[in-house]
């Protein structure tokens, strides 16, 4: 079971990181300013 949600949790993460990796892209690429590096 803890092996499971810990399998879960790193899929999640992995996930969140593209996420927050295509959201900064946008923003950088619309706002050169805020870029994210």
Known sequence: MV???S???KKF???NDLVTLGV???IGN???KNSFS
């Open 13 to 15: 993460e992995q996930i």
């Open 24 to 26: 900064g892209n946008r």
């Open 3 to 5: 092996l499971y949600y």
């Open 30 to 32: 619309s706002s050169p």
């Open 7 to 9: 399998k879960m949790a």
